[in-house]
């Protein structure tokens, strides 16, 4: 994608969405541009955060979104999203069928018009980009 593409959309990179592993808290803090007002922006970041939170790897009794599976989340100014995100493991079992999971939650958003799901694995996912719930719940503090 070129600079000039970038412009047109309301970026939420990795940093924001993964934590640093020396700050492990989960959280979206979206990139205000393009033509969409910033209320707006707002409204669907927070529905999208909770409609992430309704998906769950099968195995770990923790959502995706606390878990920091979702590196990367672009909104463009037509309201279609882009989602990066990562398994816990590369062989994870549901690996061809969570992307679906992640983008059936993400079409339930109001106002969104179009979602792609793209699984990564750079980085590797590893503890530190939980948050502090998903801590918590695991007892892996």
Not at 11 to 21: F, G, R, V
Not at 40 to 50: A, H, K, P
Not at 99 to 117: F, K, L
Request: glycine share 6%; charged share 25%.
């Amino acid at each position: 994608m070129t600079d000039d593409a970038k412009t047109d959309e309301t970026s939420i990179d990795e940093s924001q969405i993964a934590p640093a592993p020396a700050l492990p808290v989960a959280g979206v803090q979206p990139t205000i541009g393009g033509d969409l007002p910033e209320s707006e922006v707002e409204r669907i970041t927070s529905d999208l955060i909770g409609a992430l939170k309704t998906v769950y790897d099968p195995e770990i009794p923790v959502d995706i979104y606390e878990l920091g599976l979702i590196y990367k989340v672009d909104l463009d100014d037509d309201r279609n999203l882009v989602i990066d995100m990562t398994l816990t493991a590369p062989g994870c079992p549901v690996a061809g069928e969570m992307p679906g999971w992640v983008e059936n939650a993400a079409r339930s958003v109001e106002g969104i018009q179009d979602v792609t799901v793209n699984m990564v694995f750079d980085p590797p996912w590893d503890a530190t980009r939980m948050s502090e719930e998903a801590q918590v719940a695991l007892n892996w503090w």
